[in-house]
């Protein structure tokens, strides 16, 4: 109990410092909602003042005039309600929306370890759907519950100041009732968290065959495709109908609830006026707040699915911010301007499941050089150039660039002096522009057009930079898009670059042309450069060879060459033997090995 008072004393507490930045915002919310409860309860007091006094017999022209004014109550009423709504909406979405960035701020800046192990999927739901469950609590829920908690308890005390009985009958009712919505609150929420998990499986299961569509046809699985929606489609179906009849019970436990106020009311009202205890007016003022009662109650049941959702994105918002990053920016030493060195000395790292990636790596790199990394998969190979770029911290040792470690420099000079061009290049909805500069206005154009002229990318610039890719670089082959990321590089022109299998999903015409275009880059900047076709190694100057976490193996790469018992020279026998198996189709001499320069 206590731990669930704690959570729940959270929750507040996170609510309550969300709604801080706007806080005068939410106040003058407050006083507007606080305004209109009132002119709602003040308006069956007219009622009942014109009954009254029509049943006294005052003139026409008085209650002409308390028939006006109840008019000038309820058009204002209405106006206000309006006003709420619409503030509320506004407000509930600008703080939310501060939420949504502070979010993507905070998942940003998390590191690799973070996200190696979180899905896109999840991140978006957390960050949008989750929000978007607070969003819609603060601007339909909050504001509804405090109108109906000052509404019940101004009728509460009008009725008791009137006659106490009428009073202490109106807070037992309005309690009894809440109790029932209440007890049958758990089974509707159970029964819509279950339909929330079929429509997330149905959509999923759509997403991953649509994905798959092209596999799917070609090996006629379209029949069990289509049986697997239809099961999928029916247990969707099956939950809504279940989570509809539970809040159905409720519905009906309201009306029920409603319906017994206003027999208890009349027969009460009737009672009381026969016995002269309250005067008709009263009587019909006490019926028409048992009315109002039920658009409160009403809303209890319509909105405690918001609530509940809201609840637990509460709770899962919380944690992601939460989680501290472990890259912590506490740099202050600036490495020296130019190509950086790089420095690991006894560096290891693992992904705290005890089966370390890295092993007791030493190596210095010195400024300017070029540096082929090679291996087989699983060696450690990227998980050295992610220490480098301070992706990932190492678990054992230090990596230092420019003789300064890496966690001493600060992270706005480190992501500007190193520069990653990955196997994967991601492309993004906007311009040819947009895609080279990441969004950045600062850059020219004539800058932009610079560097595409630089990586061969000339024809594509002449198209003009400002027109249109479609989302993932839609209208870019895929050797463009590598091409592209060489662009960005040339533009920001870094000390160190790392090339993460930049030439192995583009067809030997495109490949020649990028191995230019790294050439270039190359020059006057220090080049780490990971690759599986040593063939795209032809102009490093050096060459380390992992195996198993470890450095086995670092030299010239000339003398690696030449050096018959070298690993390196017998990858690349194998490399070279693989090459022209796959060319004339099985027959492997070795002839081709003296197309690598030595």
Same mark, same amino acid.
């Given at each position: 109990?206590?731990?669930?008072?704690?959570?729940?004393?959270? *929750?507040?507490?996170?609510?309550?410092?969300?709604?801080?930045?706007?806080?005068?915002?939410?106040?003058?919310?407050?006083?507007?909602?606080?305004?209109?409860?009132a002119l709602t309860i003040t308006g069956p007091l007219v009622i009942r003042r014109i009954v009254d006094t029509a049943t006294d017999g005052t003139t026409t022209g008085e209650v002409t005039r308390l028939a006006a004014l109840f008019l000038a109550i309820a058009v204002t009423g209405q106006l206000l309600a309006v006003v709420v709504a619409w503030l509320a909406t506004v407000l509930a979405w600008r703080t939310?929306?501060?939420?949504?960035?502070?979010?993507?701020?905070?998942?940003?800046?998390?590191?690799?370890?973070?996200?190696?192990?979180?899905?896109?999927?999840?991140?978006?739901?957390?960050?949008?759907?989750?929000?978007?469950?607070? +969003?819609?609590?603060?601007?339909?829920?909050?504001?509804?519950?405090?109108?109906?908690?000052?509404?019940?308890?101004?009728?509460?005390?009008?009725?008791?100041?009137?006659?106490?009985?009428?009073?202490? &009958?109106?807070?037992?009712?309005?309690?009894?009732?809440?109790?029932?919505?209440?007890?049958?609150?758990?089974?509707?929420?159970?029964?819509? +968290?279950?339909?929330?998990?079929?429509?997330?499986?149905?959509?999923?299961?759509?997403?991953?065959?649509?994905?798959?569509?092209?596999?799917?046809?070609?090996?006629?699985?379209?029949?069990?495709?289509?049986?697997?929606?239809?099961?999928?489609?029916?247990?969707?179906?099956?939950?809504?109908?279940?989570?509809?009849?539970?809040?159905?019970?409720?519905?009906?436990?309201?009306?029920?609830?409603?319906?017994?106020?206003?027999?208890?009311?009349?027969?009460?009202?009737?009672?009381?006026?026969?016995?002269?205890?309250?005067?008709?007016?009263?009587?019909?003022?006490?019926?028409?707040?048992?009315?109002?009662?039920?658009?409160?109650?009403?809303?209890?049941?319509?909105?405690?699915?918001?609530?509940?959702?809201?609840?637990?994105?509460?709770?899962?918002?919380?944690?992601?911010?939460?989680?501290?990053?472990?890259?912590? @920016?506490?740099?202050?030493?600036?490495?020296?301007?130019?190509?950086l060195t790089v420095e690991a000395s006894a560096v290891g790292f693992d992904y705290g499941d005890d089966r370390p990636v890295l092993r007791d790596v030493d190596i210095s790199i010195g400024a300017g050089r070029s540096v082929g990394i090679v291996g087989r998969t699983g060696s450690g190979k990227t998980t050295f150039s992610r220490l480098v770029l301070r992706l990932v911290e190492p678990t054992a040792g230090?990596?230092? %660039?420019?003789?300064?470690?890496?966690?001493?420099?600060?992270? @706005?000079?480190?992501? *500007?002096?190193?520069?990653?061009?990955?196997?994967?290049?991601?492309?993004?909805?906007?311009?040819?522009?947009?895609?080279?500069?990441?969004?950045?206005?600062?850059?020219?154009?004539?800058?932009?057009?610079?560097?595409?002229?630089?990586?061969?990318?000339?024809?594509?610039? @002449?198209?003009?930079?400002?027109?249109?890719?479609?989302?993932?670089?839609? &209208?870019? +082959?895929?050797?463009?898009?590598?091409?592209?990321?060489?662009?960005?590089?040339?533009?920001?022109?870094?000390?160190?670059?790392?090339?993460?299998?930049?030439?192995?999903?583009?067809?030997?015409?495109?490949?020649?042309?990028?191995?230019?275009?790294?050439?270039? %880059?190359?020059?006057?900047?220090?080049?780490?450069?990971?690759?599986?076709?040593?063939?795209?190694?032809?102009?490093?100057?050096?060459?380390?060879?992992?195996?198993?976490?470890?450095?086995?193996?670092?030299?010239?790469?000339?003398?690696?060459?030449?050096?018959?018992?070298?690993?390196?020279?017998?990858?690349?026998?194998?490399?070279?033997?693989?090459?022209?198996?796959?060319?004339?189709?099985? *027959?492997? @001499?070795?002839?081709?090995? +003296?197309?690598?320069?030595?």
């Amino acid at each position: 109990m206590a731990t669930q008072a704690g959570e729940t004393g959270g *929750r507040w507490r996170a609510l309550g410092a969300l709604l801080r930045p706007d806080r005068w915002g939410w106040a003058g919310l407050g006083a507007l909602v606080a305004v209109a409860s009132a002119l709602t309860i003040t308006g069956p007091l007219v009622i009942r003042r014109i009954v009254d006094t029509a049943t006294d017999g005052t003139t026409t022209g008085e209650v002409t005039r308390l028939a006006a004014l109840f008019l000038a109550i309820a058009v204002t009423g209405q106006l206000l309600a309006v006003v709420v709504a619409w503030l509320a909406t506004v407000l509930a979405w600008r703080t939310t929306n501060e939420l949504r960035v502070s979010m993507t701020r905070h998942v940003l800046g998390l590191d690799h370890e973070f996200h190696r192990t979180h899905t896109p999927g999840e991140l978006i739901q957390r960050v949008d759907g989750d929000i978007t469950s607070v +969003s819609e609590f603060l601007g339909q829920v909050v504001t509804k519950a405090a109108g109906a908690a000052l509404l019940v308890a101004g009728m509460v005390a009008v009725l008791s100041v009137l006659d106490w009985r009428l009073g202490l &009958g109106m807070a037992v009712y309005v309690a009894m009732a809440l109790l029932v919505i209440l007890r049958g609150r758990h089974r509707a929420v159970s029964e819509s +968290s279950d339909e929330m998990g079929a429509l997330g499986r149905l959509y999923g299961g759509i997403e991953e065959r649509l994905t798959a569509g092209e596999d799917l046809r070609a090996n006629g699985a379209a029949d069990h495709v289509a049986w697997r929606f239809v099961e999928d489609s029916e247990g969707a179906l099956v939950s809504a109908v279940r989570r509809e009849r539970a809040f159905l019970v409720m519905w009906w436990f309201v009306q029920g609830a409603v319906a017994a106020g206003w027999v208890l009311a009349l027969v009460l009202g009737a009672v009381l006026v026969g016995a002269n205890t309250i005067t008709l007016g009263t009587a019909f003022l006490l019926f028409q707040y048992v009315l109002l009662i039920a658009r409160p109650l009403e809303e209890v049941v319509h909105e405690l699915e918001t609530v509940q959702k809201a609840n637990g994105a509460m709770v899962r918002v919380a944690e992601l911010l939460a989680i501290r990053p472990m890259i912590v @920016d506490n740099g202050t030493c600036h490495p020296p301007a130019g190509p950086l060195t790089v420095e690991a000395s006894a560096v290891g790292f693992d992904y705290g499941d005890d089966r370390p990636v890295l092993r007791d790596v030493d190596i210095s790199i010195g400024a300017g050089r070029s540096v082929g990394i090679v291996g087989r998969t699983g060696s450690g190979k990227t998980t050295f150039s992610r220490l480098v770029l301070r992706l990932v911290e190492p678990t054992a040792g230090v990596v230092s %660039l420019g003789g300064v470690p890496i966690a001493d420099i600060p992270l @706005d000079e480190l992501r *500007r002096r190193v520069a990653l061009v990955p196997q994967e290049v991601e492309l993004f909805a906007g311009s040819l522009r947009d895609n080279v500069t990441l969004f950045d206005n600062q850059p020219t154009d004539a800058a932009v057009i610079d560097a595409l002229e630089r990586v061969g990318l000339g024809a594509l610039a @002449d198209g003009g930079i400002d027109r249109s890719l479609g989302a993932g670089g839609a &209208g870019l +082959s895929a050797g463009e898009a590598q091409l592209l990321a060489l662009a960005r590089v040339w533009l920001r022109d870094p000390d160190l670059l790392v090339l993460d299998e930049a030439t192995a999903r583009v067809d030997p015409e495109t490949e020649r042309q990028l191995e230019a275009a790294v050439v270039e %880059l190359m020059r006057g900047r220090t080049t780490l450069i990971i690759a599986h076709r040593l063939s795209t190694l032809r102009s490093v100057d050096e060459i380390v060879v992992f195996d198993h976490g470890e450095i086995v193996e670092y030299g010239d790469r000339l003398d690696l060459v030449g050096d018959d018992d070298s690993r390196f020279a017998r990858l690349l026998a194998m490399s070279l033997d693989s090459e022209t198996a796959s060319s004339d189709g099985g *027959r492997s @001499d070795g002839s081709e090995r +003296s197309e690598v320069p030595s």
